[in-house]
């Protein structure tokens, strides 16, 4: 997990996008951690926290866009989830490393990309 | 319920920093369902807390455990093998918890990660208000069911005071209701104006003298 | 000497109560020239108790000194900073030295105050307190034990006519005629029908009663408009803020006065109720003007 990108990818969404990514070859950073959730929703605190923790350079959350979810609120309790996790991380002034989420639909890989892209653009400029 | 909220950050962290093997120990009943205390949070605070020290190059090792009820001496002494492995306890039970751990492993230091603030419930989702202020003489059925001790600022029996604010909220901050107003309302819906009416003698302060102790009577 | 309280209540038409605000501290010369200054041009002289929970001079204290520059105090009791024994023994003391009105209020939660954390008492209310006086004037104390030495006070209290609800406040205002008071001194009052209203509710209960109404000078059209905001029980209506703001600058405090007084006449003219009671803390020495300007001196 030391100095990856820990990518928690929505199945509906998400996953499909990473997949159609690599089909078209598209380029993003090698030490991206993709893990395949039913649901962004599904992601809890502790599973971000526990990413830091192992080591990760940041943590994104990756879900359906706004309406989409299939699950309905799964995509809004994400955001407001990570949005908690970086007050939690604030607050032991651990907070250094980015956590993110993100919104897509699963026939959007450069969306997938740009996502990546942007967060290893924030890492090299912390000096991580 | 008892409703607690968790300590600020920067004083559980100075509490931790002289030990390196800590039991964060949770509670499953009223700071669980007020999300201070629960399963849930002791997870969050063990990790923040590993997080923390890590950065700061003096690691901390935590073990988590959560029992039903912290104030509950058998469940508690279902902890006795991780407390023996650990320097101190962190508990984010409210103080009875607390001060059930701390007497079961009178040589652990035992220290409060939850300030413990009243008895109430959930207004709404996220808001806990206080409701009871455990005085030993209930009246509520005097007021339509609103207590004046701890929702009324002042804890007046003959209210309300002068101070009352435009539109019935309370003299000491405009987000709250004046009590009395609430408690107006409340029997003038039943039809018992007549009780706000009487007058209420002084109260029987000492109707619980602390601590309290109740024996019950059944074997 | 001054004429006692009670008598004057009975028996003078218009009765002009006034109140002095003890400083920070036990320099009293401040005090001492504000009693100079107005123990003979009112009916009698209130001191506030640790108000808006500020800790200050006792009102006890600046009540001894009246008497002793010959003139007629008024001692405020609030319920928040003593228990029931504190307050009787309090006013056992305050009745030997010649003190013998007293106003009884429930006062200021702690938190408007300056020490945040201290604990608030309130082991009484306002309508209690009076009862306890009540008692302590029969001869016994709180839990029935006999006195060895009376006392006999004058008993006052406040009301808020301009409340918002009012009905919650006029059952504790029933409450506390129930109870037995000699008088009554208002909040501050800047609307007249409010006042008639008020005083005609009183009346329909208790006709001996005296009605004082609260009189605030306010010197600005800015400090009209944040008190209407911040100050519990308080509404200056919109004419008035006018006038304010028409006043040319630095003219605040007088045209503070000339509305003062202006209120003062048309209560005495009408006779809308007993008398007023004039709250001018930290510009005590400016009452005289108000009196003057109404034509009470």
Redesign the interface.
Known sequence: MNGCIVAFCCEHSAYPAADLAGKLRLHYPENLRVIRVPCAGRVDVIHILKALEKGAAAVLVLGCEDGACHHITGNTRAKERVKYCNMLLKEVQVDGRPVAMFNLSPNAPHKFVSAVNEITKIIKESGR | MIIAERKPMEEIKQAMAPYKKVLVAGCGTCVAVCWAGGEKEVEILASQLRLARSAEGNEIVTLEATVERQCEKEMVEELKDKVAEVEAVLSLACGSGVQTMAELFEDKPVFPAVNTTFIGMPEKEGLWVEMCGACGDCFLDRTGGICPIVRCAKGLLNGPCGGTRKGGKCEIDPEKDCAWVLIYRRLEKQGRLDLMREYYSPKNFRAVKRPGRIQAAKA | MATPFREILKTKGFVVTAEAGPVKGSNVSKAIEHIELLKDKVDGLNVTDNQSSVMRYPSLGICLLIKEHGGEPVLQVT??DRN?LAIQADLLFAYSRGINNVLCL????I??GDHKEAK?V???????LI??VHTLNSGKD?AGNELDGGIDFCIGT???PS???L???L??V??KL??GVSFIQT?AIYELDELKRFTEFVRNRDEKVKILAGIVPVIGAKMAAYMNENV??IFIPQYLIDELAQAPKGTGVSKGIEIAARMIKQIKEEKICDGVHIMFIGREEKVPEILEAAGLL
């Open positions: 319920c928040r029931r429930t006062g200021d939660s938190d408007v608030q309130f082991d009484l209310d306002s309508v209690q009862h306890l709180m406040t009301a808020t409340a918002d609800p009905e919650p406040q059952i504790k029933e409450k129930k109870a909040q519990p029980g």
